[in-house]
């Protein structure tokens, strides 16, 4: 069932998270990016990202990693008729996880979000906000149950 699909990622390390699938429109390398005067810390800025403006979100510097970071993939997601970047640590791929991202079951992404993040994130965009609350944690036991290992490190780079 395609509402068990999602893409898994690295928010930032020694963290897995997956998305549902439905939201997500591709994974890229990161591009050209310009920083945009007086928005969050986790927004990156704006990119031209297949001919249109895009604004790039830092999921790490969202859940609260520190310091200037360096990304190495772009998920871009659609939001309300938008199109938004998540920039990521890693994308590991799309994975069967059933029962994953029923609301409930594993940790919501933005339970690790930064102090005051989801609120800002609230007020700059109320959309994204729906679409990352639906993204959950990935708890170590479900990559047993799926015969992987847990650090998803050794070689399983889909979706690049």
């Not at 939201?23 to 990119?47: D, I, N, S, W, Y």
């Not at 930064?114 to 800002?120: D, E, I, K, W």
Request: hydrophobic residues 50%.
């Amino acid at each position: 069932m395609t509402r068990d699909l999602a893409l898994v990622f690295r928010p930032r390390p020694g963290m897995l998270a997956a998305l549902p699938t439905p939201h997500v429109l591709e994974t890229m390398r990161p591009l050209p990016c310009e920083p945009v005067a007086g928005t969050h810390p986790f927004v990156v800025g704006a990119a031209v990202v297949r001919g249109r403006a895009t604004p790039i979100v830092d999921v790490g510097a969202l859940l609260g990693t520190p310091g200037d970071r360096r990304t190495s993939r772009w998920i871009t997601v659609e939001v309300g008729g938008r199109v938004v970047g998540l920039a990521v640590d890693d994308v590991i791929g799309v994975r069967r996880l059933p029962g994953v991202l029923a609301e409930g079951t594993a940790p919501p992404l933005l339970a690790e979000a930064a102090h005051g993040a989801v609120s800002a994130l609230e007020v700059l965009d109320g959309e994204l906000l729906v679409v990352l609350r639906g993204a959950r944690l990935v708890p170590d036991d479900v990559w047993t149950a799926l015969g992987e290992r847990a650090s998803a490190d050794a070689g399983a780079h889909g979706a690049r």
